[in-house]
Protein backbone atom coordinates (compact mmCIF):
# COMPACT_ATOMS: atom_id res chain seq x y z
CA UNK A 1 0.00 0.00 0.00
CA UNK A 2 2.82 2.32 1.15
CA UNK A 3 5.10 1.46 -2.25
CA UNK A 4 1.50 2.26 -4.61
CA UNK A 5 0.90 5.48 -2.68
CA UNK A 6 4.90 6.61 -3.25
CA UNK A 7 4.94 5.59 -6.96
CA UNK A 8 1.41 7.80 -8.02
CA UNK A 9 2.90 10.55 -5.64
CA UNK A 10 6.23 10.65 -8.03
CA UNK A 11 4.63 10.03 -11.02
CA UNK A 12 2.01 12.59 -10.69
CA UNK A 13 5.04 15.25 -9.47
CA UNK A 14 7.30 14.28 -12.24
CA UNK A 15 4.21 15.15 -14.96
CA UNK A 16 3.65 18.35 -12.79
CA UNK A 17 7.25 18.83 -12.77
CA UNK A 18 7.56 18.55 -17.12
CA UNK A 19 5.40 21.04 -17.47
CA UNK A 20 6.49 23.77 -15.21
CA UNK A 21 9.77 23.06 -16.74
CA UNK A 22 9.01 23.68 -20.36
CA UNK A 23 6.38 26.61 -18.99
CA UNK A 24 3.05 24.74 -20.40
CA UNK A 25 1.45 24.02 -17.71
CA UNK A 26 -1.33 22.26 -19.78
CA UNK A 27 -4.76 21.90 -19.06
CA UNK A 28 -7.87 18.82 -18.72
CA UNK A 29 -11.14 19.67 -20.44
CA UNK A 30 -14.05 17.38 -18.86
CA UNK A 31 -17.96 17.90 -20.41
CA UNK A 32 -20.48 15.82 -19.17
CA UNK A 33 -24.17 16.82 -20.48
CA UNK A 34 -24.67 20.91 -19.82
CA UNK A 35 -21.46 20.97 -17.13
CA UNK A 36 -17.70 21.54 -18.23
CA UNK A 37 -15.06 21.35 -15.57
CA UNK A 38 -11.46 22.63 -17.10
CA UNK A 39 -8.66 23.00 -14.82
CA UNK A 40 -4.57 22.61 -15.14
CA UNK A 41 -2.43 19.79 -14.70
CA UNK A 42 -0.74 20.87 -11.77
CA UNK A 43 -4.32 21.36 -9.84
CA UNK A 44 -5.25 17.60 -10.89
CA UNK A 45 -2.42 16.72 -9.53
CA UNK A 46 -2.40 18.65 -6.17
CA UNK A 47 -5.87 17.42 -5.87
CA UNK A 48 -5.44 13.75 -6.60
CA UNK A 49 -2.23 14.16 -4.11
CA UNK A 50 -4.90 15.77 -0.95
CA UNK A 51 -6.96 12.98 -2.20
CA UNK A 52 -4.93 10.01 -1.75
CA UNK A 53 -3.61 11.17 1.48
CA UNK A 54 -6.90 11.74 2.58
CA UNK A 55 -8.01 8.38 1.53
CA UNK A 56 -4.91 6.66 3.35
CA UNK A 57 -5.88 9.09 6.79
CA UNK A 58 -9.50 7.79 6.50
CA UNK A 59 -8.53 3.98 6.00
CA UNK A 60 -5.92 3.81 8.97
CA UNK A 61 -8.61 5.79 11.08
CA UNK A 62 -10.96 2.97 10.47
CA UNK A 63 -8.37 0.57 10.81
CA UNK A 64 -7.50 2.00 13.97
CA UNK A 65 -11.13 2.21 16.00
CA UNK A 66 -11.98 -1.17 14.58
CA UNK A 67 -8.50 -2.70 16.27
CA UNK A 68 -9.59 -0.65 19.43
CA UNK A 69 -13.28 -2.21 18.96
CA UNK A 70 -11.88 -5.56 18.49
CA UNK A 71 -9.30 -5.10 21.58
CA UNK A 72 -12.07 -4.29 23.95
CA UNK A 73 -14.69 -6.91 22.85
CA UNK A 74 -11.86 -9.26 23.43
CA UNK A 75 -10.90 -7.61 26.77
CA UNK A 76 -14.66 -7.86 28.28
CA UNK A 77 -15.19 -11.60 26.97
CA UNK A 78 -11.85 -12.15 28.46
CA UNK A 79 -13.27 -10.73 31.90
CA UNK A 80 -16.25 -12.86 31.42
CA UNK A 81 -13.91 -15.78 31.25
CA UNK A 82 -12.27 -15.33 33.98
CA UNK A 83 -14.80 -14.31 36.35
CA UNK A 84 -17.00 -17.67 35.51
CA UNK A 85 -13.34 -19.35 35.76
CA UNK A 86 -13.21 -17.65 39.50
CA UNK A 87 -16.50 -18.90 40.12
CA UNK A 88 -16.17 -22.68 38.96
CA UNK A 89 -13.08 -23.32 40.94
CA UNK A 90 -14.68 -21.59 44.06
CA UNK A 91 -17.53 -24.10 43.84
CA UNK A 92 -15.53 -27.08 42.99
CA UNK A 93 -13.66 -26.82 46.09
CA UNK A 94 -16.31 -25.85 48.43
CA UNK A 95 -17.89 -29.18 46.89
CA UNK A 96 -14.54 -30.62 48.03
CA UNK A 97 -14.80 -29.15 51.61
CA UNK A 98 -18.44 -30.01 51.91
CA UNK A 99 -18.94 -26.01 52.88
CA UNK A 100 -22.56 -25.88 51.19
CA UNK A 101 -22.34 -21.82 52.51
CA UNK A 102 -18.78 -21.15 50.38
CA UNK A 103 -20.58 -23.02 47.61
CA UNK A 104 -23.85 -20.79 47.73
CA UNK A 105 -21.35 -17.97 47.17
CA UNK A 106 -19.68 -18.96 44.53
CA UNK A 107 -22.57 -19.63 42.35
CA UNK A 108 -23.23 -16.14 43.30
CA UNK A 109 -20.00 -14.84 41.71
CA UNK A 110 -21.41 -15.80 38.13
CA UNK A 111 -22.63 -18.16 35.98
CA UNK A 112 -20.15 -20.61 34.89
CA UNK A 113 -19.15 -21.30 32.07
CA UNK A 114 -21.89 -22.85 29.35
CA UNK A 115 -21.18 -26.49 29.70
CA UNK A 116 -21.36 -26.46 33.30
CA UNK A 117 -25.12 -24.89 33.59
CA UNK A 118 -26.15 -27.96 34.14
CA UNK A 119 -23.65 -28.77 37.11
CA UNK A 120 -24.45 -25.42 38.27
CA UNK A 121 -27.96 -26.11 38.53
CA UNK A 122 -27.68 -29.43 40.43
CA UNK A 123 -24.87 -27.27 43.34
CA UNK A 124 -27.66 -24.81 43.40
CA UNK A 125 -30.00 -27.51 43.85
CA UNK A 126 -28.36 -29.12 46.98
CA UNK A 127 -27.75 -25.62 48.35
CA UNK A 128 -31.51 -24.95 48.30
CA UNK A 129 -32.19 -28.55 49.83
CA UNK A 130 -29.66 -27.90 52.87
CA UNK A 131 -31.25 -24.79 53.22
CA UNK A 132 -34.72 -26.70 53.72
CA UNK A 133 -36.15 -25.12 50.21
CA UNK A 134 -37.10 -28.14 48.16
CA UNK A 135 -39.52 -26.12 46.07
CA UNK A 136 -36.33 -24.20 44.59
CA UNK A 137 -34.53 -27.30 44.49
CA UNK A 138 -37.23 -28.99 42.52
CA UNK A 139 -36.85 -26.35 40.10
CA UNK A 140 -33.17 -26.26 39.51
CA UNK A 141 -33.43 -30.22 39.02
CA UNK A 142 -36.31 -29.78 36.42
CA UNK A 143 -34.47 -27.17 34.46
CA UNK A 144 -31.12 -29.41 33.91
CA UNK A 145 -31.01 -31.26 30.59
CA UNK A 146 -32.77 -34.72 30.59
CA UNK A 147 -29.20 -36.46 30.03
CA UNK A 148 -27.64 -34.43 33.14
CA UNK A 149 -30.69 -35.15 35.64
CA UNK A 150 -30.12 -39.02 35.84
CA UNK A 151 -26.80 -38.49 37.43
CA UNK A 152 -27.96 -36.60 40.05
CA UNK A 153 -30.38 -39.42 41.41
CA UNK A 154 -29.83 -39.00 44.90
CA UNK A 155 -30.82 -35.06 44.82
CA UNK A 156 -33.90 -36.00 43.29
CA UNK A 157 -34.75 -38.38 46.64
CA UNK A 158 -33.65 -35.26 48.74
CA UNK A 159 -36.55 -33.44 46.87
CA UNK A 160 -38.88 -36.22 47.76
CA UNK A 161 -39.25 -37.08 44.30
CA UNK A 162 -38.73 -40.84 44.50
CA UNK A 163 -41.03 -41.55 41.61
CA UNK A 164 -38.66 -39.49 39.18
CA UNK A 165 -35.46 -40.70 40.41
CA UNK A 166 -36.57 -44.54 39.83
CA UNK A 167 -37.36 -43.60 36.46
CA UNK A 168 -33.84 -41.70 35.84
CA UNK A 169 -32.23 -44.62 37.27
CA UNK A 170 -34.32 -47.72 35.47
CA UNK A 171 -33.37 -45.96 31.94
CA UNK A 172 -29.48 -45.84 33.21
CA UNK A 173 -29.95 -49.42 34.79
CA UNK A 174 -30.47 -51.17 31.16
CA UNK A 175 -27.00 -49.92 30.22
CA UNK A 176 -25.11 -52.98 29.27
CA UNK A 177 -22.09 -51.30 31.19
CA UNK A 178 -23.95 -49.93 34.14
CA UNK A 179 -21.98 -47.57 36.81
CA UNK A 180 -21.55 -48.97 40.13
CA UNK A 181 -22.84 -45.03 41.16
CA UNK A 182 -26.34 -45.77 39.37
CA UNK A 183 -26.51 -49.15 40.96
CA UNK A 184 -26.21 -47.75 44.61
CA UNK A 185 -28.44 -45.10 43.65
CA UNK A 186 -31.38 -47.13 42.31
CA UNK A 187 -30.84 -48.93 45.58
CA UNK A 188 -31.40 -46.29 47.74
CA UNK A 189 -34.06 -45.17 45.85
CA UNK A 190 -36.13 -48.23 45.96
CA UNK A 191 -35.32 -48.54 49.32
CA UNK A 192 -36.95 -45.11 49.61
CA UNK A 193 -39.26 -45.97 47.93
CA UNK A 194 -40.38 -48.63 50.30
CA UNK A 195 -39.79 -52.04 47.43
CA UNK A 196 -38.11 -54.56 49.47
CA UNK A 197 -38.75 -56.88 46.84
CA UNK A 198 -37.23 -55.05 44.02
CA UNK A 199 -34.29 -54.28 46.34
CA UNK A 200 -33.53 -57.23 47.84
CA UNK A 201 -33.73 -58.52 43.92
CA UNK A 202 -30.92 -55.81 43.27
CA UNK A 203 -28.92 -57.19 45.68
CA UNK A 204 -29.29 -60.37 44.48
CA UNK A 205 -27.55 -59.52 41.54
CA UNK A 206 -25.32 -56.67 41.58
CA UNK A 207 -23.95 -56.85 44.83
CA UNK A 208 -20.56 -57.59 44.13
CA UNK A 209 -20.57 -54.23 42.15
CA UNK A 210 -21.09 -52.00 45.62
CA UNK A 211 -17.89 -52.05 46.90
CA UNK A 212 -18.99 -50.65 50.42
CA UNK A 213 -17.51 -50.53 53.52
CA UNK A 214 -19.09 -52.94 56.62
CA UNK A 215 -20.69 -49.21 58.21
CA UNK A 216 -22.58 -48.54 55.02
CA UNK A 217 -23.43 -51.88 54.18
CA UNK A 218 -24.72 -52.10 57.64
CA UNK A 219 -27.03 -48.88 57.87
CA UNK A 220 -28.59 -50.04 54.00
CA UNK A 221 -29.75 -53.11 55.14
CA UNK A 222 -30.95 -51.96 58.23
CA UNK A 223 -33.20 -49.87 56.46
CA UNK A 224 -34.13 -52.76 54.43
CA UNK A 225 -35.32 -55.12 57.27
CA UNK A 226 -37.34 -51.33 58.36
CA UNK A 227 -39.38 -51.24 55.16
CA UNK A 228 -41.48 -54.04 56.54
CA UNK A 229 -40.87 -55.80 60.16
CA UNK A 230 -42.69 -59.05 59.50
CA UNK A 231 -40.34 -60.06 56.30
CA UNK A 232 -37.09 -59.24 58.02
CA UNK A 233 -35.85 -62.82 58.15
CA UNK A 234 -37.80 -63.55 54.87
CA UNK A 235 -35.50 -60.69 53.54
CA UNK A 236 -32.50 -61.98 55.72
CA UNK A 237 -32.53 -65.39 54.21
CA UNK A 238 -32.77 -63.99 50.66
CA UNK A 239 -29.63 -62.54 51.22
CA UNK A 240 -26.05 -63.38 49.89
CA UNK A 241 -24.32 -65.37 52.26
CA UNK A 242 -21.27 -63.33 52.38
CA UNK A 243 -23.50 -59.97 53.25
CA UNK A 244 -25.92 -62.00 55.94
CA UNK A 245 -23.23 -61.73 58.63
CA UNK A 246 -23.03 -57.90 57.65
CA UNK A 247 -27.45 -57.94 58.34
CA UNK A 248 -27.10 -59.85 61.44
CA UNK A 249 -27.08 -57.07 63.87
CA UNK A 250 -29.81 -55.14 61.99
CA UNK A 251 -31.83 -58.18 62.13
CA UNK A 252 -31.38 -58.74 65.80
CA UNK A 253 -32.31 -55.16 66.35
CA UNK A 254 -35.50 -55.48 64.48
CA UNK A 255 -36.28 -58.19 67.25
CA UNK A 256 -35.25 -56.50 69.62
CA UNK A 257 -37.09 -53.79 69.53
CA UNK A 258 -40.49 -55.83 68.27
CA UNK A 259 -39.80 -58.00 71.88
CA UNK A 260 -39.16 -61.15 69.69
CA UNK A 261 -36.21 -62.19 71.97
CA UNK A 262 -36.43 -65.85 71.79
CA UNK A 263 -35.34 -65.23 67.97
CA UNK A 264 -32.23 -63.27 68.75
CA UNK A 265 -31.40 -65.14 72.32
CA UNK A 266 -28.98 -67.47 70.58
CA UNK A 267 -27.23 -64.39 69.06
CA UNK A 268 -26.94 -62.34 72.13
CA UNK A 269 -25.03 -65.43 73.95
CA UNK A 270 -23.05 -66.17 71.45
CA UNK A 271 -21.91 -62.42 71.94
CA UNK A 272 -21.46 -63.03 75.49
CA UNK A 273 -19.30 -65.99 75.27
CA UNK A 274 -17.26 -64.88 72.81
CA UNK A 275 -16.46 -61.15 74.58
CA UNK A 276 -18.22 -59.48 71.63
CA UNK A 277 -19.60 -57.15 74.69
CA UNK A 278 -19.61 -53.94 72.26
CA UNK A 279 -21.93 -55.99 69.91
CA UNK A 280 -24.06 -57.02 72.59
CA UNK A 281 -24.24 -53.10 73.85
CA UNK A 282 -25.29 -52.52 70.67
CA UNK A 283 -28.25 -54.64 70.12
CA UNK A 284 -29.67 -54.57 74.03
CA UNK A 285 -30.42 -50.14 73.18
CA UNK A 286 -32.88 -51.85 71.70
CA UNK A 287 -34.40 -53.59 73.55
CA UNK A 288 -37.96 -53.64 74.36
CA UNK A 289 -37.99 -56.63 77.39
CA UNK A 290 -35.92 -58.23 79.29
CA UNK A 291 -34.39 -61.83 79.23
CA UNK A 292 -33.89 -63.85 82.86
CA UNK A 293 -31.25 -66.29 81.46
CA UNK A 294 -28.87 -63.47 79.19
CA UNK A 295 -29.34 -60.93 82.41
CA UNK A 296 -28.28 -63.80 85.14
CA UNK A 297 -24.98 -64.61 82.83
CA UNK A 298 -24.20 -60.79 82.17
CA UNK A 299 -24.32 -60.57 85.99
CA UNK A 300 -21.79 -63.64 86.18
CA UNK A 301 -19.81 -61.94 83.69
CA UNK A 302 -20.09 -58.61 85.40
CA UNK A 303 -18.23 -60.35 88.77
CA UNK A 304 -15.27 -60.77 86.92
CA UNK A 305 -14.95 -57.52 85.15
CA UNK A 306 -17.05 -55.25 87.30
CA UNK A 307 -16.55 -51.95 85.75
CA UNK A 308 -16.40 -53.71 82.19
CA UNK A 309 -18.80 -50.40 80.62
CA UNK A 310 -20.30 -52.48 77.69
CA UNK A 311 -21.86 -55.35 80.12
CA UNK A 312 -22.82 -52.26 82.65
CA UNK A 313 -24.75 -50.88 79.75
CA UNK A 314 -26.37 -54.14 78.70
CA UNK A 315 -27.26 -55.04 81.95
CA UNK A 316 -29.05 -51.50 82.26
CA UNK A 317 -31.04 -51.97 79.24
CA UNK A 318 -32.06 -54.97 80.70
CA UNK A 319 -33.58 -53.44 83.74
CA UNK A 320 -34.94 -50.51 82.27
CA UNK A 321 -36.69 -53.12 79.75
CA UNK A 322 -38.26 -54.54 82.70
CA UNK A 323 -39.35 -51.15 84.70
CA UNK A 324 -36.19 -51.40 87.09
CA UNK A 325 -35.20 -47.73 86.31
CA UNK A 326 -33.60 -47.12 89.26
CA UNK A 327 -30.85 -49.54 89.01
CA UNK A 328 -30.31 -48.60 85.12
CA UNK A 329 -30.02 -44.91 86.68
CA UNK A 330 -27.43 -45.98 89.04
CA UNK A 331 -25.77 -47.83 86.55
CA UNK A 332 -25.66 -44.92 83.95
CA UNK A 333 -24.38 -42.59 87.17
CA UNK A 334 -21.10 -45.06 87.29
CA UNK A 335 -20.86 -45.16 83.45
CA UNK A 336 -21.21 -41.03 83.73
CA UNK A 337 -17.45 -41.43 85.35
CA UNK A 338 -15.79 -43.06 82.10
CA UNK A 339 -15.76 -41.78 78.67
CA UNK A 340 -19.46 -41.63 77.85
CA UNK A 341 -20.53 -43.66 73.91
CA UNK A 342 -23.21 -41.51 72.31
CA UNK A 343 -25.56 -45.18 71.94
CA UNK A 344 -25.80 -45.15 76.17
CA UNK A 345 -27.68 -41.45 75.41
CA UNK A 346 -31.52 -42.61 74.66
CA UNK A 347 -30.97 -45.87 77.91
CA UNK A 348 -29.77 -42.87 80.03
CA UNK A 349 -32.44 -40.50 79.19
CA UNK A 350 -35.22 -42.89 80.17
CA UNK A 351 -33.59 -44.05 82.79
CA UNK A 352 -33.41 -40.56 84.69
CA UNK A 353 -36.59 -39.48 83.23
CA UNK A 354 -38.60 -42.47 84.89
CA UNK A 355 -36.92 -41.70 88.40
CA UNK A 356 -37.69 -37.91 88.26
CA UNK A 357 -33.93 -36.93 87.53
CA UNK A 358 -35.14 -34.21 85.29
CA UNK A 359 -32.24 -32.34 85.57
CA UNK A 360 -29.82 -35.27 84.41
CA UNK A 361 -32.37 -36.23 81.67
CA UNK A 362 -32.04 -32.47 80.23
CA UNK A 363 -28.44 -31.96 80.55
CA UNK A 364 -27.99 -35.63 77.95
CA UNK A 365 -30.49 -33.98 75.42
CA UNK A 366 -28.55 -31.19 75.14
CA UNK A 367 -25.14 -32.57 74.46
Known amino acids: MTRTLISVLVLLGVLAAGHLLIDEKGYLLIAVNNHTIETSLFALAVMMIFAVLLGALVLNLLGALWRTFARSRGWLKGRKNKRQQ ?4 AAVWACINGDDGQL ?31 TQALAELQA ?7 QVAK ?5 NQGEQALTLLEAQMT ?91 GDLLKYLKKGQYQHLAEALQYATSSDPELRKLIQAAL ?6 PELLFSLACLANAQGEHELAAKIFDTLAKSPWQGLWQQQAEQAYAKTGQFDKAYLLATQ
Not at 86 to 89: G, I, M, S, T, V
Not at 106 to 114: E, K, Q, S, V
Not at 144 to 150: I, R, T, Y
Not at 155 to 159: C, D, P
Request: charge should be neutral; charged fraction near 20%.
Open 175 to 265: DKKVSDSVVASYLEALIQAGQSEQALALIQQKYKLLDWSEARWKACLHALFAIDDSTAQTTFNGLPKSLRPLAAPALTQQALRHGQFDAVR
Open 303 to 308: KKQPEQ
Open 155 to 159: LWLAA
Open 86 to 89: HALE
Open 104 to 134: QQALAIGDLPAHWQDQQRAMAARVALQQQQP
Open 144 to 150: MSPQSQG
